[in-house]
């Protein structure tokens, strides 16, 4: 894939939103594209987290598991952004990923993305508001549904 088409992958994820054509040449030039066939794990639950990936082609299930079972949380599709926070600070995988269907990721490594934020801290702050208006929506979305799960 050509750097320009990483950019413009790059400038569809919402997480970068306001960063400059720059930015996302440097944020791209760093990235790894991995092709991925279906079947294949990409990352497990509880493991280490020490970059993000986005979803450029096909699509990726997330899910987590109790016991035996395995639970569906959601699929993943091009344009989405999975473990934002490994990007900023040391975590662990909250799910775990199979690809469902032959795809391409884009592996954004966290010490890049950290050089990035360094070099350009108006950025840094803006992904610091982002991020905080993220996690207040996903709290408010919470709250919703915890009626349904009170005993």
Known sequence: M?????VRI?????????????????LAF???T?????GRDLYHEGAPADSAFVVVSGGIRLYRERGE???DMDIAR??????ELALIAPTRWLTSAEVVSDASV?????????????????????LQRRIAEDL???????????????G
Do not use: C, W
């Open 2 to 6: 050509a750097l320009d088409d990483d």
């Open 10 to 26: 790059l400038s569809g994820v919402r997480l970068f939103h306001g960063f400059s054509p720059d930015q996302l040449r440097l």
């Open 106 to 126: 884009m592996r954004l490594n966290r010490k890049q993305f950290r050089r990035i934020l360094e070099e350009y801290p108006d950025l840094a702050r803006l």
């Open 34 to 38: 991995l092709h991925l066939s279906a």
């Open 69 to 71: 079972e395995r639970v």
């Open 78 to 83: 091009p344009g989405t952004l999975l473990g």
């Open 136 to 150: 207040q929506t996903m709290l408010r979305r919470i709250e919703r549904l915890s009626p349904r799960f009170a």
């Open 30 to 32: 760093g990235a790894e």
